[in-house]
């Protein structure tokens, strides 16, 4: 189903709804550390370009009318809810909202968020101790809250994928992966053998579901 008219030019959805996912994640991740903030910065980043197109102006909408208009010549492009562009190309006959892609999308960007709360959880009771981060999260990949950080941004380019997120998205990722190396050389350095043990067991950032560190303590050493 789809809006009679386009809804776009709403600047002030623009601001609100980029405050609050921000807000929330910072909620979820609270930055401390200067690479805590680039992480966050650059997932804040993400977000706003994100909300720009969705309720703003739709740069990817425009950039690919001429293709859209001639493959499917019986959407609405400009309408709301043709910014669903993986609904509206796959010709679900439901509200995009209620379907695949937007139900799986709120799937990941739930569990993204959920799993950024429980590895700052861990961190947080593992400052206490300045000893090393194995449970929770951190007993199954050593960089949990960039991997939920990867997860949410997924999940929203499912549900509302643009050109500049798409673009955005295997350069933010690969700055996560940057950040989880500086921040793991910081803690060999810190550790030594223990994290270099550790670091043998636990992947960095896929899981191994038949495998579990479940040694040592919450750590007191911050890493994504």
Known sequence: MQDAAPAYGLWSL???NSAIFILFAYSFFKPQTSRDWRSFGAFSAFL????VEMYGFPLTIYFL???LQSHYPNVDWFSHDAGHLLEMMFGWKTNPHAGPF????????????LLIAAA???L??????RSLATSGPYGYVRHPQYVGFVLVMFGFLLQWPTILTLAMFPVLTAMYVKLAKDEERDARAAFGEAYAQYAAQV????P?????SGEGSSGGYRHG
Do not use: C, E, K, M
């Open 14 to 16: 623009v601001i609100v």
């Open 48 to 51: 706003v370009a994100l909300f």
């Open 65 to 67: 009318s001429g293709w």
């Open 102 to 113: 937007h139900v799986l999308s709120f799937i990941f960007i739930g569990a993204g968020f």
């Open 120 to 122: 700052w959880r861990v």
């Open 124 to 129: 947080y009771d593992a400052q206490q101790t």
């Open 203 to 206: 992947p960095a950032f896929i």
């Open 208 to 212: 191994h579901l038949n495998r579990r």
